[in-house]
């Protein structure tokens, strides 16, 4: 049975490539005092920056989401792991981006509350520094002995 490709490059990753490599090239000259320096935001998105709930659309995730099930669907026709890898880095991109938009959106006060639980979880003696992170560097230690 040929491989079949079923995963494609979606539109929307592409134009927010697009953004960001436009950007760069504007902060580029901002540093070097050839323009201002502006915002990094989606050029088709017209919404209003405080309104997190208009930000949906400028990341919108849910045509990969779909090629992604289609890749898994079936398991006796399915799309290649080059199709997974694909879709998982392009919806894991996006999301990556709208959530480095809405951290720079966020008030202080916004920025203060959603941070509560994390530095809560970071402060536990049986956290992710102490049960996670050491954890992880000491088994690495020793698995290298063995």
Not at 8 to 30: K, P, S, W, Y
Not at 75 to 84: A, L, Y
Request: proline share 3%; hydrophobic share 35%; aromatic share 6%.
């Amino acid at each position: 049975m040929p491989i079949q490709c079923l995963g494609q490059v979606h539109e929307i990753f592409t134009d927010r490539l697009v953004d960001l490599m436009g950007d760069a090239f504007v902060i580029d000259a901002g540093i070097e005092q050839q323009g201002q320096r502006r915002w990094q935001m989606p050029r088709d998105w017209s919404g209003i920056p405080y309104a997190h709930e208009d930000l949906i659309n400028a990341y919108d995730r849910s045509s990969i989401e779909t090629n992604y099930a289609q890749v898994i669907a079936d398991s006796k026709n399915p799309g290649t792991s080059g199709d997974v890898v694909s879709l998982k880095t392009q919806g894991d991109y996006l999301a990556c981006q709208e959530r480095a938009l809405r951290a720079r959106l966020a008030s202080s006060i916004r920025g203060h509350a959603m941070s509560a639980a994390r530095r809560k979880g970071q402060a536990d003696p049986k956290g992710i520094f102490q049960r996670g992170l050491l954890r992880y560097v000491q088994d690495a230690i020793v698995a290298g002995t063995k």
